[in-house]
């Protein structure tokens, strides 16, 4: 045996699985399209400083989790460039935005892509080094209507369609704001002085939190701190009037569009460039990484890369997490079992190596015909026998068709039925109709 191994945190995805996640991509595409999203591509690896910059020195992401390498200069008077796999896409996304100067067009922009990302955290159940996203992005000048609570609103009602759509059920929407830039500039102060008096009593690391970034002890999970992060202050109370009023036109909105939401003051996020209105979807049947997808308002982000202002809301959905809970679900047992059209099956003798090649060159030919006419087609191989042709059909076609040297010549061919069992003769010609049916 090998000992190359996929490394870990890294895996590979196999078919039938999947066709599961070429049917959730198709779907997301579809709903995205109804919502006039275009797709973006951007590279997987891009200059460290945008990370650093975009996401934040202080967050998880940045501090502990991107693979970073120096790049060899090419030519003597080049120096090295420090580059990163891309732990998310949304800086990316305003990187590209700024590059071709998208802003220019006064348009808003909506922009969707699915992709890999890279973090390198510790392993587990719903969790990878290696992990997929299907997110959004919609930005553009303020003139567009970028800053309008209504772009929050219509972002959450579109992923509840999504999520409706693929048949997830039973998701809870999440919903927060963490204001203004000075909103939370105020947070971090009444939360340092409330931290004050207790952080003795909590873990280490709130203990560290409460000095350098006393937002982060919201995401403390320990369950000692729980009690004590309950009396703190709340978010909701540090906003300015704008933005409590544009969090109020958000919850308007989704209550008029029926799109069901739970207030979380604690939901602050673990990346630094939200502002105003944060959001997550959770799963129960995730387990501990229960999050299916994350975004916000990030309304400085274009500016703080060193572009025009371009106030901006998206999402990520975790592709992984998606297809977690499908499969729990079980929803795509009957999509991931589907079987092809037809197998044909060539009938020649092993023992007559020209007879042999004649046949599965018809066999080829045939399934050309087929496959050109529409329908999916597995090819048998002349050397079987019969037995052994019916067996191997069985588990992967709907139908087998036969072709010897008598249907051959005849133009008739036989074609059996493997749910009902029955036997037919179909000319040649009539075949792809009479296997579509
Ligand atoms: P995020 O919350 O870091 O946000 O990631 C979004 C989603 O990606 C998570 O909710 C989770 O489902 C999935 N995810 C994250 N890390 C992993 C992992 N190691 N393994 C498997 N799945 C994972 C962002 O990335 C932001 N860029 C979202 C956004 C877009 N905000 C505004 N626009």
Redesign the pocket.
């Known amino acids: 045996m090998s000992t190359l191994k996929a490394v870990r945190g890294t895996r590979d995805l196999l078919p039938p699985e999947t066709a599961l996640w070429n049917r959730i991509e198709a779907t997301a595409r579809s709903v995205f399209g109804r919502y006039n999203f275009g797709e973006i591509r951007t590279p997987i690896f891009e200059a460290t400083s945008l990370f650093a910059r975009g996401v934040g020195e202080e967050t998880d ?1 940045v501090s502990k989790e991107m693979y970073t390498w120096e790049d060899r200069a090419r030519a003597q008077s080049e120096k090295p460039q420090s580059l990163t796999l891309r732990p ?3 800086a990316g996304v305003v990187r590209a935005y700024i590059e071709h100067k998208l802003g220019e067009t006064g348009q808003l922009q909506k922009l969707y892509y699915i992709g890999p ?1 890279f ?1 390198r ?1 510790r392993p587990q159940k ?4 290696q ?1 997929f ?1 299907v ?1 959004a ?1 919609v930005m553009g000048p303020a003139s567009a209507g970028a800053e309008s609570p209504l772009r929050d609103a219509e972002v959450l009602e579109m992923l509840s369609t999504l999520l409706d759509e693929l048949g997830i059920t039973g998701w809870t929407l999440h919903l927060n704001s963490v204001g203004s830039s000075a909103d939370r500039a105020r947070y971090n102060d009444a939360l340092r002085e409330a931290l004050q008096p207790v952080k003795e009593k909590m873990c280490a690391d709130c203990q560290r939190r409460a000095e350098v970034n006393p937002l982060r002890v919201l995401d403390c999970k320990v369950p000692e701190d729980q009690p004590i992060i309950e009396t703190l202050p709340k978010i909701a109370d540090s906003l300015d009037e704008e933005s409590k009023a544009h969090f109020a036109a958000v919850i308007t909105a989704l209550d008029a569009a029926g799109v069901p939401y739970t207030r979380n003051h604690r939901l602050v ?3 630094d460039y939200y502002t105003r209105t944060t959001f ?1 979807f959770t799963h129960g049947g995730l387990g501990a ?1 229960n ?6 308002r ?1 309304d400085g982000l274009s500016e703080m890369l060193g572009g025009p202002r371009a106030p901006g ?6 592709l ?2 998606l297809v977690l809970t499908l499969q729990a679900q079980e929803v795509d047992k009957a999509a991931v079992v589907e079987k092809v059209d037809a197998y044909i099956a060539p009938m020649g003798d092993a023992r007559n190596p020209e007879q042999l090649a004649a046949m599965n060159a018809a066999g080829l030919a045939l399934a050309r015909e087929l496959r050109r006419a529409g329908l999916s087609i597995e090819l048998g191989e002349g050397s079987f026998r019969l037995k052994k042709s019916f067996e191997a059909a069985d588990k992967t076609a709907r139908r087998i068709v036969i072709l010897g040297e008598d249907e051959l010549r005849s133009g008739i061919l036989t074609v059996k039925d493997f749910s009902s069992g029955e036997q037919t003769k179909v000319p040649r010609a009539e075949l792809a109709a009479f296997l579509a049916s």
């Open positions: 992401i998310e896409n949304t990302q973090r955290e719903g969790r990878y080094r992990f996203q997110g992005e996020r673990g990346l997550e990484q999050a299916l997808l994350g975004g916000g990030y809301i998206g999402f990520a959905i975790g992984d997490r």
